[in-house]
C-alpha cells in the first residue's frame, strides 16, 4: 500500500499540506473477519523488503525538515501504528491524549492510516457494494514564530475544523497539531471537501510489483 495525501489549509496556495507525492510501499495484510462478518481491517506489517523505500518525495512538506519524515510517516510511524492499530474506537478518537499539552510521556509518536472495509448489498440494485472507513491522525509540527504556528493552526481549531493539539513533541508541549481525518464513504463529512483521498489499486514504476495480484487502474 502507497500514500498519497493533501490538505489545503487555507485559501493560499501557499499553505497546501503534501506529501509531495506518492509514499509507499507500506506492507499490509487484510484478513477478513470470517464467514460472519461483513468487516475486513488494514493491518501493517514490518517487512524488510519495503521499508527501504520509505523516503519523502522532492515536494515533500507535511514537516520542514524532511529528516523528520521517518516519525511522521516513516518506518518509525510504521512500527508505531503496528503497537497500537489493535485498539478499540475509544482510543482512537485521540491516540495522543497523553502527550497533550505535557511531556511527562516523551513525545507523540504519530501514526499512519487506519483503514477498515465494510462489505454490503444494494438495497434497489441488490449489488455487492464495498465502503471504506479511514481513520488518521496526521501529525504536523510547524516551528514557533512561522504562519503555520502562530496564524494557521490556531484558526483551523478555532473555526471548527478537524484539528487537535497541542502535543508535546522535540520536548516541547506546545509543538505537536493533529488533522483528524475519520471518513466514511457511506457518510462523508462537508468537512472534509478540501481533502484529495483517492484509494489505487494497481503498480507503482519502480517498485517490486505482482500485477495479477492486484485490480489494475482500480479506483475508489
Known amino acids: 500500500m502507497g500514500?498519497?495525501?493533501?490538505?489545503?489549509?487555507?485559501?493560499?496556495?501557499?499553505?497546501?499540506?503534501?506529501?509531495?507525492?506518492w509514499i509507499g510501499p507500506y506492507t499490509v495484510l487484510a484478513p477478513d473477519g470470517g464467514n460472519t462478518s461483513n468487516t475486513t481491517k488494514l493491518l501493517y506489517s514490518n517487512a524488510?523488503?519495503?521499508?527501504?523505500?520509505?523516503?519523502?518525495?522532492?515536494?515533500?512538506?507535511?514537516?520542514?525538515d524532511p529528516l523528520d519524515?521517518?516519525?511522521?510517516?516513516?518506518?518509525?510511524?510504521?512500527?508505531?501504528?503496528?503497537?497500537?492499530?489493535?485498539e478499540g474506537k475509544e482510543f482512537m478518537k485521540d491516540p495522543f491524549k497523553k502527550y497533550k499539552s505535557t511531556c511527562e510521556?516523551?513525545?507523540?509518536?504519530p501514526l499512519l492510516p487506519l483503514l477498515q472495509f465494510e462489505k454490503g448489498i444494494d438495497d434497489e440494485s441488490e449489488n455487492k457494494t464495498m465502503s471504506i472507513k479511514v481513520d488518521w491522525h496526521l501529525f504536523s509540527f510547524p516551528k514557533k514564530g512561522t504562519p503555520m504556528r502562530e496564524k494557521v493552526f490556531p484558526l483551523l481549531m478555532n473555526n471548527g475544523f478537524p484539528v487537535t493539539g497541542l502535543y508535546c513533541y522535540n520536548n516541547d508541549p506546545e509543538e505537536g497539531?493533529?488533522?483528524?481525518?475519520?471518513?466514511?464513504?457511506?457518510n462523508p463529512?462537508?468537512?472534509?471537501?478540501?481533502?484529495?483521498?483517492?484509494?489505487?489499486?494497481?503498480?507503482?514504476?519502480?517498485?517490486?510489483?505482482?500485477?495479477?495480484?492486484?485490480?489494475?487502474?482500480?479506483k475508489r
Open 189 to 218: 463529512s462537508k468537512i472534509y471537501s478540501k481533502a484529495d483521498f483517492t484509494l489505487n489499486a494497481g503498480c507503482e514504476e519502480g517498485i517490486p510489483c505482482e500485477p495479477e495480484l492486484c485490480c489494475s487502474n482500480l
Open 105 to 109: 510521556n516523551g513525545d507523540v509518536k
Open 69 to 86: 519524515f521517518d516519525r511522521i510517516l516513516g518506518v518509525a510511524a510504521q512500527t508505531s501504528t503496528i503497537a497500537v492499530q489493535g
Open 177 to 186: 497539531y493533529a488533522f483528524d481525518f475519520s471518513f466514511n464513504s457511506e
Open 48 to 64: 524488510q523488503a519495503t521499508t527501504q523505500f520509505l523516503t519523502p518525495p522532492y515536494h515533500y512538506n507535511i514537516t520542514l
Open 3 to 21: 500514500l498519497y495525501s493533501r490538505y489545503m489549509a487555507t485559501q493560499d496556495d501557499s499553505q497546501l499540506l503534501s506529501t509531495g507525492g
